[in-house]
Every structure is written in C-alpha cells, then in structure tokens.
C-alpha cells in the first residue's frame, strides 16, 4: 500500500500502464508468441544493491531488504 498525495498521483501508474498496454496492441501482429521468454534469476542481494538503502518506507516496507526480498521473490512485480 502507497500513500498518494492527490487524484492525479494515484491515477499516474495506471496512465503508464494503459500508454504500454496501446503500444502493445499496436505492435500485436509483431509479436511472436510462440518463442517462450528466458525467465531470469534475480537474487535478493541484485535487487538490493540498486536501491539507496535509506530505508524511508516510501515503497511501503519497513526496509529495503525486506523490498528485495519480496520483490526478487516475485511477491509483486511492477
């Protein structure tokens, strides 16, 4: 859960969302669905290094191990 500001700063990630989603349809008839996607490991410690390790809370955790963890766990994805 993210506490948001105003109307408009809550309805940001889902305009993002909704510009891929249109580029998608767009290029569906490019898209070759047959080929699987390599999934890639992502450890715990790769997802922590890129963060700044201030632990502010404002992804919604109490740390920014706790983040990788569950974001390199696939316990939500972006």
Same mark, same amino acid.
């Not at 891929?20 to 898209?31: D, G, N, S, Y």
């Not at 890129?50 to 632990?55: A, I, Q, R, S, V």
């Given at each position: 859960m993210t506490i948001v500001n105003n109307k408009e700063e809550a309805l940001e990630p889902l305009k993002e969302i909704e510009n891929?989603? /249109?580029?998608?349809? #767009?290029?569906?008839?490019?898209?070759d669905i047959s080929k699987t996607l390599q999934k890639r490991f992502v450890s715990v410690m790769d997802?922590?290094?890129?963060?700044?390790?201030?632990?502010? /809370?404002?992804?919604? #955790?109490q740390t920014c191990m706790v983040f990788a963890l569950k974001l390199s766990a696939s316990y939500f994805s972006f």
């Open positions: 891929k989603a /249109k580029i998608v349809w #767009e290029k569906k008839k490019e898209i997802v922590y290094n890129y963060l700044p390790k201030t632990n502010e /809370k404002v992804c919604g #955790e």
